[in-house]
């Protein structure tokens, strides 16, 4: 199917490249000329694992441009992906969506186009899209008579593991007021939901994966779904998070009350690891939006805004741990190992990193960080916060009154923490993530504390 993306960030690439990898005729587009030009010589502009492999194996049904014609005229399905970040009260922007849905109406020719919703829009957007797209239309095509439909698909793709997300799904989710465009779009991931595609050497199929679920509602309750199911998550983990710290006061290990009640499959395993909380740019943004949307109705979200609150709580604790240990922060040295808000991923947004080094920078410490990803992209986007950046992991331990694990690589868990420890001012490390061996830090001497395991 010919099929244009508006928008080449996370997710409007991912779902371009793997729709052309599926088979179909996909034309992204994005305003940034830079980035174009880069994908064009197969180069994403975002770290993922295996994103380059498969945009070079899609490359023959996969086109990049600045012209919005060129993108839309003849497109069947038209996804919009483009950026919906926060404003200040919480709800998002939708500046970029309202330009999308104009050039669409401006541009659209074939007879009957499904407009996708994938961006995450707040609900009602539906609507207000296919308003904008029809004054657009009739505006700039007083002589054409194209029919169209606005759709919402969610995405549910997580950074760092995006590209087997959207091959192996869990489901596939579609809200439109229209049979036949829902019929569209059931065509359109027919090799997804058969699995009928031979999967990329890189990304082999899961062992016994045959199907993927396709779930057709209408509009609203498509839009509802994305922001249920991410709350719902960021809740799982704040649940765990509240129980992790009364773990610590009764002398529980977290790591083990986590998998005892994740071995109940009414409560599942996944999303149940405790720890500094989530950051990233969905859940904040997700679950601050459900609440302001329920205020527009008059409607509290209490379980929704203890998550958030738990969630700001752990941040808190770790800086909390190190004043009850250190006693004085000030003219501390402290290091934090991981700055991008979770590992296989660069992205900064909301990263638990800046906000926990700018309490401690706050309380006179003097704070260095190391990632093996991230650094660049933090020294560009963190230029006005005075974070420091060692060349190596280790370094971070030289001459440190304590270390702070906040993001779980695994190459953090195989450091020589014996040459780590001579470095040390004060052999002290902070495991946000239950990361680390603590037999491994123990032999070298080094004092562990855990989140969510009691210090004994
Ligand atoms: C999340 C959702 O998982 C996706 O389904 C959704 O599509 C995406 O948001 C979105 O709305 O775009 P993402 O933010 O990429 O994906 O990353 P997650 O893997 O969900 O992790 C989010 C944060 O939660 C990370 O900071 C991670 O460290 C933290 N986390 C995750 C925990 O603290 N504990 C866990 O058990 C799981």
């Known amino acids: 199917m010919k099929t244009a993306i508006i928008g080449t960030g996370y997710v409007g690439l991912t779902t371009g490249v ?33 994103l380059d492999e498969l945009l070079s194996l899609a490359s023959r049904n996969l086109k990049f441009t600045l012209d919005a014609d060129a993108a839309l005229r003849d497109a069947e399905v038209v996804f919009i992906a483009v950026g919906t970040p926060s404003l200040p009260d919480g709800n998002p922007n939708l500046t970029y969506l309202k330009s999308a849905a104009q050039s669409i109406g401006e541009k659209i020719a074939s007879p009957y186009v499904v407009i996708v919703n994938k961006s995450t829009v707040p609900i009602g957007s539906g609507n207000w899209v296919e308003s904008i797209v029809r004054d657009s239309y009739r505006a700039n095509n007083p002589h054409k008579n194209s029919s169209f439909i606005v759709a919402s698909n969610p995405e549910f793709l997580r950074e760092g593991s995006a590209l087997s997300d959207m091959l192996y799904a869990d489901r596939v989710v579609v809200g439109a007021d229209d049979q036949k465009a829902l019929d569209v779009l059931r065509k359109l991931y027919q090799p997804l939901l058969e699995q009928t595609f031979e999967s990329p050497a890189f990304l082999p199929r899961p062992e016994g994966f045959r199907a993927v679920h396709f779930l057709t509602s209408d509009l609203q309750s498509a839009e509802l779904i994305k922001y249920a199911a991410n709350a719902f998550l960021a809740l799982k983990i704040s649940f765990i998070n509240e129980i992790s710290e009364l773990s610590e006061k009764v002398g529980a290990d977290i790591q083990h009350v986590s998998r005892g009640i994740g071995l109940d499959s009414r409560i599942g395993n996944r999303f149940l690891q405790a720890g500094i909380g989530w950051g990233g740019s969905c859940f904040g943004k997700d679950t601050a939006a459900l609440i302001s949307t329920g205020k527009e109705y008059g409607l509290s979200m209490p379980i929704t805004q ?35 808000f979770k590992p296989f991923t660069d992205d900064l947004r909301d990263a638990p990193a800046l906000d926990i080094g700018n309490r401690l920078i706050e309380r006179g410490a003097k704070v260095v960080g190391f990632d093996p990803i991230s650094m660049e992209r933090a020294k560009k986007e963190w230029a006005d916060t005075p974070i420091e950046f060692a060349p190596d992991a280790e370094s971070v331990f030289s001459e440190a009154d304590a270390v702070l694990l906040v993001t779980e690589w695994p190459e953090f868990k195989n450091l020589s923490f014996d040459r780590c420890a001579k470095h040390m001012k004060n052999r002290l490390v902070l495991d946000g993530r239950g990361h680390l061996e603590a037999s491994k830090l123990q032999s070298a001497g080094i004092q562990l504390i855990t989140l969510g395991r009691s210090s004994k």
């Open 306 to 340: 203890a998550a958030r609150d738990v969630n700001m709580r752990q941040r808190a604790r770790m800086v909390e741990i190190l004043m009850s240990e250190l006693k004085i922060l000030k003219g501390r040295k402290i290091g934090i190992l991981g700055l991008s």
């Open 18 to 50: 793997a729709l052309a990898y599926l088979g179909h005729e996909v034309t992204c587009l994005d305003v940034d000329a830079t980035k174009v030009e880069n994908l064009k010589k197969g180069k994403s502009p975002i770290y993922e694992p295996h």
